[in-house]
């Protein structure tokens, strides 16, 4: 299967600079949304330190598969799975050095949600509350559980959705990339479907739109870049409170568009050929 993709980030209706950052790496089948937190422009270095350090890790790797590893592995017997997990764990590390050496730059963080399609296997990585869903068969799945205090309250007191919405301290963030020297990267392995559409986003939009309108564009929207662009005014039509940040891939059967224009041109020369021999 091959990846299509879109994505784009807005500042919003009410910050005056964007903390958000994403990265697509389409030689890696890699892409990601990190959500910065800090006072000034700190935010704004953290996501782009997180998504730079990730990019430059699988670029390092892919030039040499023998290179030395920054951290001991967890899952000895699964290169892609590692291979995204220590990208994320270096960020983190990479943050956090930034973070002590300056003190401008003291206390900032970075959500991050990571998809790596590789063998045939998606793997989806994530610290803070920027989110992954997979929207098959005309569902939507929450793939990624939030790393934040009210999701924590939600669990142990089973918050009813008013009390969700009236909850406090929504925007407290209890895991993040660059908030201690080494952070624990949840990841997950899914087997892909051909159609399927993975959306990674930062909280931006979730906090703005309810996952039922958010179905509905993937429903009715087949263009990604139009998909991301509605998702991204729904947002902003619903306050715009905070950056936003859409990323949309999906699975399509068949190869590479590159390869589909070859062989459209090669049958248009074989066809030819065979008309002047009759």
Not at 185 to 192: K, M, Q, R, T
Not at 197 to 212: A, F, H, P, R
Request: glycine letters at 8%; aromatic letters at 6%.
């Amino acid at each position: 299967m091959r990846v299509e993709y879109a994505g784009d980030t807005h500042v919003g209706m009410k910050r005056d600079h964007n903390e958000d950052s994403l990265l697509i790496v389409p030689d890696e089948d890699l892409f990601v949304v990190a959500d910065g937190m800090g006072g000034h422009a700190s935010g704004e270095i953290a996501s782009r330190l997180a998504i730079d350090t990730i990019k430059a890790f699988f670029e390092d790797t892919a030039q040499d598969a023998e290179i030395t590893w920054p951290f001991t592995t967890g899952r000895e017997d699964d290169y892609d799975a590692n291979r995204l997990i220590t990208a994320v764990k270096l960020a983190n590390q990479r943050i956090f050095e930034a973070s002590n050496s300056q003190l401008q730059l003291r206390g900032m963080g970075t959500t991050a949600v990571a998809a790596y399609y590789s063998e045939g296997r998606m793997f989806v990585a994530h610290v803070g509350d920027s989110r992954c869903y997979r929207f098959r068969n005309g569902n939507l799945q929450l793939l990624t559980e939030d790393h934040s205090l009210l999701n924590d309250f939600r669990r142990s007191l089973n918050l009813t959705p008013d009390e969700e919405k009236k909850f406090p301290h929504k925007n407290i963030i209890v895991r993040a990339l660059g908030m201690k020297n080494s952070v624990d990267v949840d990841l997950e392995i899914f087997p892909p479907h051909a159609g399927d559409t993975y959306l990674l986003c930062s909280d931006g939009l979730t906090g703005e739109v309810e996952d039922k309108g958010v179905e509905r564009v993937l429903r009715e929207e087949k263009n990604l870049v139009k998909a991301c662009q509605r998702l991204i005014q729904m947002a902003n039509d619903s306050g715009g409170r905070d950056n936003v940040t859409v990323l949309i891939l999906r699975l399509e059967e068949g190869e590479s568009p590159e390869f589909d224009e070859l062989t459209e041109e090669v049958t248009r020369e074989l066809t030819e050929e065979v008309k002047k021999r009759l």
